[in-house]
């Protein structure tokens, strides 16, 4: 059964980007935990119809190049030994707004980045049970949502699928998960059943999982092929070009936002930084537009696949100020000035400014 959108019955706290399909991001500067609660956590959905799944009919199924078709029950999934873990999440498309000259998408500011404390079932062990065959290739998730796309000028209905190859679908890190910050997933967030897949930005996160199918050939579906593909030229039917897959290094100005008057005299610049690559090694903080750098206190908090949260002690005196992150992961990777333009808008890891005023007191 669906119903139509919004579907949360909790208070939600953020910026609606879009009505249909539903998608809300997290208003950054009032960002000042390090676990996102999830009725600030941002939501990305692709169709019109936000599933509202019946828990206790509900079953995954996991078929295809297995040794025995075997489906799952919420209670079967429940009652499976389970692993906890502090993920951050972040669309593909976030930061697009900032995308010069504008790119195809969703006008994401910075928000559609969020993290949770997520509880679910190792993956691997689902496979186990159903034995991956020898000719598998890729692991195929589908999700309960569907609706219209376009494909070579013909409108087709699809489902909301996504694969993964099968080293990538067994590294014990990737979960079915239940929970969400200690309750059970709502429905914007994939109730019942939903892939994490910690390290990667979001599309590889299956929300409202149904069907998991091991298939001997490379899965060529529209948000694999159609979507999520590192574009320069601008051909919206192109299917050639870089797959969008792990998070790259960023940091995020949290407080102050932009064009906020600040006091002279102190005031503590904060964020988030995060990779998903490696862990963050350093990030670095200038209130000159990139003039000199000074190194931000990394606060404890930490988290093997989650953003670090950091703080910079500036003197503030009167005058306008540009003030600018960077981040640097544990591979000396650093994020660059400007991000390659694509297409859509993808993967947008520029270097974060924010400009404000410090007036004469
Ligand atoms: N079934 C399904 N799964 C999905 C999507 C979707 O539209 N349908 N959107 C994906 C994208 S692009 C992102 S960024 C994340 C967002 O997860 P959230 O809404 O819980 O923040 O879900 C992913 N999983
Ligand atoms: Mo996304």
Redesign the pocket.
């Known amino acids: 059964m669906t119903i139509a959108k919004p579907v949360s019955d909790q208070p939600v706290d953020g910026r609606v980007v879009s009505e249909d399909p539903y998608c809300r991001e997290v208003n950054l500067p009032s960002l000042d935990t390090w676990i996102t609660p999830t009725r600030q956590?941002?939501?990305?959905?692709?169709?019109h119809e936000t599933p509202h799944i019946d828990t206790s009919t509900h079953r995954l199924v996991i078929e295809g190049s297995v040794d025995r078709k075997i489906s799952f029950s919420h209670a079967d999934i429940l009652a499976m030994p389970s692993r906890e873990m502090t993920v951050t999440?972040e669309?593909a498309g976030n930061s697009r707004s900032y995308m010069m000259p504008p790119a195809e998408g969703l006008k994401f500011t910075h928000g559609?980045i969020?993290t949770a404390v997520w509880k679910g079932v190792p993956l691997s062990l689902l496979l186990e049970r159903a034995g991956i065959r020898r000719d598998a290739k890729e692991v195929l998730f589908e999700?309960a949502?569907g609706g219209e796309e376009e494909e070579d000028g013909k409108k087709v209905h699809i489902n909301?699928e996504r694969s993964l190859t099968i080293a990538q679908a067994v590294d014990p890190e990737v979960i079915v998960a239940t929970h969400m910050n200690g309750e059970l997933l709502n429905a914007?967030?994939?109730a019942p059943l939903r892939l994490v897949v910690p390290g990667w930005f979001?599309?590889a996160?299956?929300?409202?999982l149904t069907r998991i199918s091991l298939i001997d050939y490379e899965f060529k579906g529209f948000f694999q092929k159609r979507r999520y593909l590192l574009i320069n030229e601008g051909a919206a039917d192109e299917v050639t070009g870089e797959p969008v897959s792990r998070m790259k290094v960023k940091a995020l100005i949290a407080q102050p936002k932009h064009g906020e008057i600040v006091r002279p005299g102190g005031y503590t610049i904060r964020g988030f930084a995060w990779s998903g690559e490696a862990d963050i090694a350093k990030v670095e903080v200038s209130t000159d537009a990139g003039k000199s750098w000074h190194a931000a206190t990394l606060l404890t908090e930490k988290a093997k696949r989650a953003w670090r949260r950091w703080e910079y002690r500036w003197v503030s005196h009167p005058g306008h100020f540009v003030l600018k992150v960077r981040a640097t992961d544990s591979n000396g990777v650093v994020q660059p000035e400007v991000t390659a333009w694509n297409f859509r808008g993808y993967v947008n890891s520029a270097i974060h400014s924010v400009a404000v005023k410090v007036p004469l007191e």
């Open positions: 956590f941002f939501v990305r959905s692709h169709f999440i669309c559609a969020s999700g949502d909301y914007d967030h994939g979001g599309m996160s299956v929300k409202w």
